[in-house]
């Protein structure tokens, strides 16, 4: 979200009509990640969380 809304400053407008420009609390997430070859894809697998109030 830091990136794709650059810093805030670009918020972003998700399908149902809200914007954010962070993450809040309760809010899932999960990332996945890949390197592709000259005829190879490595997967690093995927992580997920969820954020909690502090």
């Known amino acids: 979200m830091l990136e794709l809304a650059w810093r ?3 918020p972003l ?3 149902n009509g809200e914007t ?3 993450l ?3 809010d899932t997430l999960q990332i996945t990640g890949w390197c ?3 005829g190879y894809r490595i997967g ?3 992580v997920g ?3 909690v109030p502090a």
Do not use: L, S, T
């Open 24 to 26: 809040e609390d309760d």
């Open 8 to 10: 805030g400053a670009n």
């Open 36 to 38: 592709d070859g000259d």
């Open 44 to 46: 690093f697998g995927e």
């Open 13 to 15: 407008k998700f399908p």
């Open 49 to 51: 969380g969820q954020i």
């Open 20 to 22: 954010r420009k962070w």
